[in-house]
């Protein structure tokens, strides 16, 4: 009888059900966040609440500061649809402040995908431990780390399964997600306003 072989040869893996993610630092990013911190603040009209969403349609995407944050999310949805060119997208927008006290949970299973721009950080780029920042879920549930806490697999981001991944937003980052994905603004304790835009894409 010959003896078991020591090598199985050639092993392939096949990554399934990933979330493909996409993110960009736009360029000019601070005069770009200049004018739409102003327009956004102005449009919440000195609103104390600690969290505070803008209507749809804010900021304008047809122009200025707005466009270009639009430009970058139809670039980055056609790069991860593959098939879509930007021109073909639907964007729309609006803005979310938040203050002491405040998060933000959102989904947008509506549409194909959505995006988060970071406009201000609030206090977090002076104190991360403050919150406001960016969670990810892990669309499979939570049900891995119920009944196999020990797993893990190989492979790039694979070890976080059923777990959230922590993104630290800075401004002027753009990321495009596919749009069921659920993520969170955690729990933010700052005094600085914490401001963004959320875009849903179709």
């Known amino acids: 009888m010959s003896p078991p072989r020591s090598s199985l040869g050639t092993i392939e893996g096949i990554t399934l059900f990933s979330t493909p993610i996409c993110s960009v630092d736009l360029p000019d990013a601070a005069t770009l966040n200049e004018a739409l911190a102003t327009a956004i603040l102005e449009g919440a009209g000195g609103a104390a609440v600690p969290a505070w969403t803008s209507p749809s349609g804010m900021p304008d995407l047809k122009a200025g500061p707005g466009l270009a944050v639009a430009t970058a999310a139809r670039l980055l949805a056609s790069r991860l649809s593959g098939a879509t060119p930007p ?52 669309p499979r549930g939570p049900a891995p780390v119920m009944y196999a806490p020990s797993l893990t697999f190989t492979g790039p981001g694979a070890e976080s399964l059923g777990v959230t991944q922590t993104v630290r937003l800075r401004p002027g980052l753009l990321i495009v997600y596919p749009a069921y994905l659920m993520q969170t603004l955690s729990f933010y304790r700052g005094k600085a306003p914490h401001i963004t835009v959320r875009l849903t894409i179709e």
């Open 87 to 138: 021109d073909a997208w639907r964007v729309d927008a609006y803005a979310e402040v938040l203050r002491e006290s405040a998060c933000a949970s959102v989904s947008e299973p509506t549409a194909d995908f959505a995006a988060i721009y970071m406009v201000r950080d609030g206090d977090t780029a002076q104190d991360p431990d403050v919150g406001g920042l960016l969670e990810l879920q892990d």
